[in-house]
């Protein structure tokens, strides 16, 4: 038995000094366990922050694109508009310059000719102060100066009408401030109040426009 109680204590001692070497350690090792668990929570808080920001951050690059976008629409639509102005004004100048053009064009020749009916209101006036009953073969030269006068009438009647100038005797016609100018009103019998009763000078059109309008007598009412 004393033998056994001394096998014991041998085995004991050898342990005791793992035993305190241990709890030498323990509080080393706590520590260490204590910072392994603090740094484990500071990289979970860490990551949860993170994650929170990279919610965070996206919904601001967003918002802040989506106010680039509507900056970007509202300038592509003035630059639009304005495009659509500049496009309608120069069409508009465009036609403004064609109508000129064309008006120039047709009423260029204004001015000469005024100057040429003169011409034609002497030619008219010289075949109508001829007598009719001289004009015989007793008289040759004055039946050939009146032929020559009524052709040559003719003839600046047809190149009046080729450049579009044409002759207004309106007689009986209703009365028309755009193409007559009434010298005086007058009675006639059998004719309808307000038309042309006498024209005294012919006038004329260029193209439509009234060139020289008809100077004429109007019927009044009875």
């Keep these: 038995m004393a033998a056994v109680a001394q096998c014991m204590r041998g085995a004991v ?16 090792l706590l520590c260490a366990a204590t910072q392994q668990k603090n740094t484990g929570q500071n990289l979970e808080e860490d990551q949860s922050q993170s994650q ?14 989506a106010e680039e976008k509507a900056k970007l629409e509202e300038q592509l639509r003035e630059v639009t508009e304005k495009y659509k102005r500049a496009l309608a004004d120069a ?12 008006e120039a064009k047709l009423y260029g020749i204004q001015s000469f000719c005024k100057d040429l009916l003169e011409v034609a209101d002497i030619l008219e006036k010289a075949t109508e102060s001829v007598p009719k009953e001289e004009i015989k073969d007793e008289n040759p030269h004055l039946k050939s100066l009146y ?9 600046i009647q047809k190149v009046f009408k080729k450049h579009g100038l044409l002759r207004l005797n309106p007689v009986g016609a209703k009365f028309d401030p755009y ?25 004329y059109k260029l193209h439509g426009r ?13």
């Design 13 to 28: 001692r050898p342990r005791l000094p793992l035993l305190s070497v241990a709890l030498r350690t323990s509080p080393r």
């Design 210 to 222: 009234t060139l020289r309008p008809a100077l004429v007598a109007v019927v009044k009412d009875a």
């Design 147 to 155: 032929e020559g006068l009524v052709m040559t009438e003719m003839q």
């Design 91 to 102: 069409e508009n100048v465009r036609q403004r310059s064609q109508k000129l053009v064309e």
């Design 52 to 65: 929170s920001e990279q919610k965070v951050e996206p919904s601001s690059v967003e918002k802040l694109l």
């Design 179 to 203: 193409e007559h100018e009434a010298l005086l009103h007058t009675a006639a019998e059998g004719r309808e109040p307000g038309t042309v009763a006498l024209v005294s000078k012919v006038g």
